[in-house]
């Protein structure tokens, strides 16, 4: 990885940290429902973001997804993935449920 490569991904993190206090503050407020969805739809985006970067970097390895592992297990730990019981949720759930 680059050092260059290395920044941009600091950024991201970072940037996913300022978001996660955002939605802190905007979950005390049950008025504010959408402003919610809107950081965690881009929360969402940087994660895949840099999960991309990970992945297109040169010295693909485990160190990589075990960066990966500690943005799901920092930023998604008590996140609901299976809220709704839809088949595609389902599916996934089938996944992990294999693991």
């Not at 809107?38 to 999960?51: C, G, P, R, S, V």
């Not at 609901?80 to 599916?91: H, V």
């Amino acid at each position: 990885m680059t050092e260059g490569e290395l920044y941009k991904l600091i950024d991201l993190i970072k940037e996913i940290n300022r978001i996660e206090v955002m939605l802190k503050l905007h979950s005390k407020n049950k008025e504010s429902k959408v402003m919610l969805n809107q950081y965690n739809a881009k929360k969402l985006k940087l994660t895949k973001e840099i999960i991309s970067e990970l992945l297109a970097t040169s010295d693909r390895s485990y160190l990589s997804m075990g960066v990966i592992k500690s943005i799901f297990d920092k930023f998604y730990k008590n996140h609901e993935f299976f809220r709704d019981n839809n088949k595609q949720n389902l599916d996934y759930k089938k996944l992990i449920d294999a693991i």
